[in-house]
């Protein structure tokens, strides 16, 4: 399939990019990018297109990576609220989920996915039950997934780990995965020695919740004598890298240890303020040199998966926090919602808009009010911007969501009344 877009404003982010031009057209062939030039440029001429579709002088950006989700916790949306975190998990969460099946989890997954596709997100980083299940939703609705592993004490295993890690590695597959766990505080010290050597036999990288709360460092500390990031840093869990999801509670050791291992902080702004978990310390990990990329977390602590509303509340939250209004700028959130997002979740060849590089993009509408008048795009992107404003969301070339209509092999409705008729098994 040859696709053409073109007379479109361009944010590409290749090689540091971030200037936006005007006039630009985009080739696309197989599910990579084959151009990236003015509309001018005649490189066109030499292919015949299947498709070629006038952007309007709208703007292409590479697609939002959603770098922390739960996605068939859309199941428990607007069931599980107004609780504090282990209380949620343990009187909510944790005996709902006792009784989902793999089938559930496939179907809630694809009922995120449409949510997904709807807010501008081409890429999910993925921590949940059975991956078969989860693996299976987004192929056949070509959604791209790096999926990490949730063990604890009570749920999957290492075993399980090596053998997932074996079989959603193929190249060129829309399915990854990394190793990874719960959290430190559902782990046993045994069990987490055993992922770290599983990473080092490997040589991958490691994921997990980190430091989200105030009481799950005091309580590390109390069981080890160390913070969280440096009781698992003590156990060689990070020698292969990874990253964090959270990470609200750092102290002064923590970062040199997360940029001295090259992990990836992962944000979750709307998950964080619902459960009233606190601001993470955005400003200063990216003072320290340290990468941060965004989440929406699962939709039973956010409830949406609107990537828009989390860009915003990453860049204002840090504001609060820092007491300056001036911290962290729009360009930058968008940096890390496009471009570091794709490296935290390990599939770098999407990152931009560049030759070679995966067709994983979105066309966003800006002749809608809030995107009016164009004084500086990013900003109205980040500070107004709406999944409204989503014209179309591409992955791997295919387009799967256009003009509010889902591309993905099955109708909306027969995903919502499955899922519906499973809440009613359930509850």
Known sequence: MKIRLYHARLLSFADGDTDIKENMQVGIEDGKILFVCPDTDKRNEAYVWDEERDC?????????KNCHTHSAMTFLRSKADDLPLQEWLNNTVFPAEAKLT????????????????????????????????????????????TMTGGVNNFSQSVVLLEKWMNEFNPAGDLVRFVPGFHAEYTCSKELLHDIA?????????????????????????????????AFLDSLGMFENGGGGYHMVYLEDEDYEIIRRRGLYVITNPGSNCKLASGIAPITKLLKEGIPVAIGTDGPASNNALDFFREMYLTSVLAKIRDEDAAALPAMEVLKMACHTGAHAMCIPESDSIAEGKNADLILLDLSQPNMQPLHNIGKNVVYAGSKNNVIFTMVNGKILYDNGEFCVGVSKEEIYTEANRIIERIF
């Open 56 to 64: 309007k002088g709208n703007l292409l950006l590479p697609g939002f």
């Open 197 to 229: 050597d599983l990473s080092k036999q490997y040589k991958m990288p490691v994921y997990a919740h980190i430091s989200e709360t105030a009481k799950e460092v005091a309580e590390c500390k109390e069981r080890y004598g160390m913070t969280p990031v």
């Open 102 to 145: 793999a089938g559930d989890i496939y179907t809630f997954t694809k009922l995120a996915i449409l949510e997904y596709l709807q807010s501008g997100i081409t890429g999910i980083f993925e921590m949940y039950l059975t991956p078969e299940s989860i693996a299976k939703a987004c192929r056949e609705c070509g959604m791209r997934i």
